[in-house]
Each structure stands twice: as structure tokens, then as C-alpha cells.
């Protein structure tokens, strides 16, 4: 799993900023942020889509390295990820902006709150400020796995630094331990399009697969053209 300054737009770090039209400063007013590059690099994603697009020829040609990645398809059971208070399943919401409305609400809250010698802030902006995205994005029908890394988990998963090698951002991966332990099921792996020597390569993946769990299935994409 990867945090979103690793994704192939790491300007969606800054999305909730940009959507919400006010700076950071306002926003730390409402988050408990002893540290925002420590709390950027401790919530991690997957990425996933509408499995009715998993042959598409438009999301092969924008997220599958121009057809030559692969597909995988999982299974997933909501009550297994509500189990776990560091996991979230849910669709992306896609918006034009955060409505002036709701900052304007929130300082007058704060400031009837101020009256009292208190202070409030939204424990849960961290999670949502990554469920969404500009509305131009609308056709991804996008769905993320979101997990909050703790230290109490390294029993199941571990952290590693790596350097990216598509937008050469130095960044943590989040890696399970085991395969078991990742929550969500991998059921197939679909070579895309134009993969290089997808007859060869299509035997190993078959291979690798079945190492892992003889139930996998390995296909290759059915769209006929590709430009």
C-alpha cells in the first residue's frame, strides 16, 4: 500500500486543500496535526475500481502502463475490514468544491466554542479528506482501501522506504507480512493488451499464482485493439 504522495498524481496530497479553497493553516485549525508529514506518511492506499471495467481499453491505456501492466480482481468482505477500526473500504466522492458553507459553520463554531476557553477538531478528517477528488475524475468510478498504520500493527505488516521510480518521490510502502494477512482476497490477474510476450509471460504468472494460492486465476485481456 502506498501513501497518496506516492500515487500517480502526488498532488493529491494536497486535494482536501485545493478543493476546500483555504490554506493549510485553516485546516490545521480543525486536525490534530502534531506533525503533517508524519501523519502524511501514516495513512496508506489501494486503489481500486468498478470491476465491470477491469477489460476496459480506456483504464488499460490511463493505468495500465498503456496496456502493458496487469489487472487484479479481489474479493472483499465488509464485516472482515469493519473489524479492524484502522481500515476503510469506500468509494471515492467526487466533488467541484467543498462548500464555503461548512468552513464558514466550523468558525462559528469554533468561535462560540472560544467563548468557553475550548477547543474542538474533526477526528475523523484525516480519514475522509482521502475519499475525495475533483469531479473531473468522476469516470475512475474509484474505490480505496485506506489503512491508518500504527505501531501495534507490525505484527502483521511493516513499513519500507523506497525511492519511486515513476515520479521519483521518496516514499514508505506498506508491506503485509503474509498474504493472508492483506484483507482483501486476489481471485484473478488479467495481462493486459499489449504485455510484452504475454504468451511466455502468461505460463509464469500461472506459476507464481499458483504458489501462492491454487485458486488464482491468470487470463489474458480480451480487447482486440489497441492503439
Known amino acids: 500500500m502506498s501513501v497518496l504522495a506516492g500515487m500517480n498524481d502526488h498532488s493529491e496530497i494536497w486535494t482536501f486543500e485545493s478543493l476546500a479553497e483555504h490554506d493549510a493553516s485553516r485546516k490545521s485549525q480543525y486536525m490534530k496535526l502534531p506533525n503533517i508529514i508524519q501523519n502524511a506518511n501514516s495513512y496508506f492506499i489501494n486503489s481500486f475500481t468498478d470491476c465491470n471495467k477491469y477489460d476496459d481499453l480506456t483504464m488499460w491505456r490511463l493505468y495500465g502502463e498503456e496496456g502493458r501492466g496487469a489487472c487484479l480482481t479481489y474479493e472483499y468482505s465488509l464485516d472482515a475490514i469493519d473489524q479492524n477500526s484502522n481500515l476503510f473500504l469506500l468509494p471515492v466522492h467526487y466533488v ?20 468557553c476557553s475550548r477547543r474542538f477538531i474533526l477526528k475523523n478528517l484525516n480519514v475522509w479528506q482521502h475519499f475525495i477528488k475533483p469531479v473531473e475524475f468522476k469516470d475512475e468510478a474509484e474505490v480505496r482501501l485506506l489503512m491508518h498504520y500504527q505501531k501495534e500493527q507490525e505484527d502483521k505488516c511493516s513499513i519500507r522506504w523506497i525511492l519511486n521510480s515513476e515520479n521519483k518521490i521518496f516514499q514508505p510502502i506498506l508491506i503485509f507480512n503474509n498474504y493472508k494477512s492483506y484483507p482483501l482476497k486476489l481471485v484473478k490477474i488479467t495481462l493486459g493488451p499489449n504485455f510484452p510476450f504475454v504468451d511466455t509471460n502468461i505460463g509464469q504468472v500461472k506459476y507464481l499464482a499458483g504458489l501462492i494460492d491454487s485458486s488464482i486465476q491468470v487470463s489474458k485481456s480480451s480487447c482486440r485493439f489497441y492503439r
Open 96 to 115: 467541484r468544491s467543498i462548500s464555503s458553507d461548512m468552513m464558514k459553520m466550523l468558525d462559528c463554531l469554533n468561535n462560540n466554542i472560544n467563548l
